[in-house]
């Protein structure tokens, strides 16, 4: 371990993670890294299951575990309030949907002491707990469904990145670029990172840097967060529309060619065709990430032809919505 050790404060926005937050705080308290050097902060958003409650008996045997109540609920408002009541020098976002290796605030704390990085994370590996969602984080760990984005599929050991899932930053940095955005509920990390690049920082994933993401459950709860994820997405791009990316532009028109095809089949059986190709883009996407071998290979794959257009059209049909919505609202602004 470095011989340089600093204060780190951990921040975990919560909100109805009683399935989850148990495993997490208990992987950060396992970490290598000094505990008594370590603050693990909760900031929850008014969960109405037993994740409070959990946190709590972890304070009774922990008294580096605190928790602040989120009066605002959303993550760029809790992360802020984590911030503020933070003792670290160092600052690590975490996500009560992961688990993290047992050198993982080490391994942040060190590439972040030994460079001029201003944001370190790691790269994201996807895991699931049932059939579907071990479906839908092999989906999420590919090309196909998640276009070139870098931190989830680069094996370089240390990746510039426009944006990184969690991250590690010096406090001071947050503070010099005001912290996140409170006006997005998400995308608020895309958008620090935008704001860090803009004043010349560099942002890194490092796949020594190890965690891992597990993915939701079912089909219903991905398009829900998939929908999300492209709807304040377009809310970011309306500020800072040069960020824009060719992966974010294709499930929108996805989604615009679906319905255009289904509305001119009703004069053409041929526009079908459109369908036919993408059906054919994705078999053979399928046989080549599955790789077949038995059973649940096949099983993984016929779930896979639900998962990545479920991906697709919500992510697209999200952006959509929210390019309609945040212009509407952005005119009725403008017209008070």
């Not at 609920?73 to 160092?90: E, H, P, V, Y």
């Not at 989906?139 to 094996?155: P, T």
Request: glycine letters at 6%; hydrophobic letters at 45%; aromatic letters at 14%.
């Amino acid at each position: 371990m470095n011989k340089k050790l600093v204060n780190v404060s951990v921040i975990i926005p919560t909100y109805n993670e009683q399935n989850y937050i148990d495993n997490t705080i208990d992987s950060l308290l396992n970490n290598n890294y000094p505990q008594k050097l370590v603050e693990i902060i909760i900031v929850d958003g008014g969960s109405s299951d037993k994740t409070i409650n959990i946190v709590r008996d972890k304070i009774k045997n922990n008294n580096n575990v605190k928790i602040y109540n989120n009066p605002n609920k959303i993550q760029s408002s809790g992360l802020n309030l984590g911030i503020k009541k933070s003792n670290g020098d160092i600052i690590i976002r975490a996500d009560a949907h992961a688990l993290y290796e047992q050198d993982y605030i080490e391994k942040s704390v060190n590439l972040l002491i030994n460079s001029n990085y201003q944001n370190v994370g790691p790269f994201q590996k996807s895991i699931g707990e049932n059939l579907v969602s071990n479906s839908i984080a092999i989906a999420m760990s590919s090309f196909i469904g998640m276009g070139n984005a870098k931190y989830r599929l680069s094996d370089n050991y240390i990746e510039k990145v426009k944006s990184v899932w969690l991250g590690a930053w010096w406090k001071k940095t947050l503070i010099e670029i005001n912290g996140f955005d409170e006006e997005l509920a998400i995308s608020e990390d895309f958008d620090l990172n935008y704001r860090l690049r803009k004043e010349g920082g560099e942002v890194v994933a490092s796949n020594s840097i190890k965690a891992s993401y597990i993915v939701r459950k079912s089909v219903f709860q991905l398009f829900n967060q998939f929908f999300k994820y492209g709807l304040w997405k377009s809310k970011f791009l309306l500020s800072c529309p040069n960020e824009i990316q060719v992966r974010w532009c294709i499930p929108p028109l996805f989604v615009l060619s679906t319905f255009l095809c289904l509305a001119l089949s009703y004069v053409s059986l041929y526009y079908f065709l459109f369908f036919a190709i993408y059906f054919i883009f994705l078999f053979a996407g399928i046989i080549h990430i599955t790789k077949i071998k038995n059973v649940l290979n096949v099983i993984e794959s016929l779930i896979l032809f639900i998962i990545f257009p479920t991906i697709h059209f919500s992510w697209g049909l999200g952006f959509i919505a929210g390019c309609i919505y945040w212009n509407i609202t952005k005119m009725i602004k403008k017209s008070k």
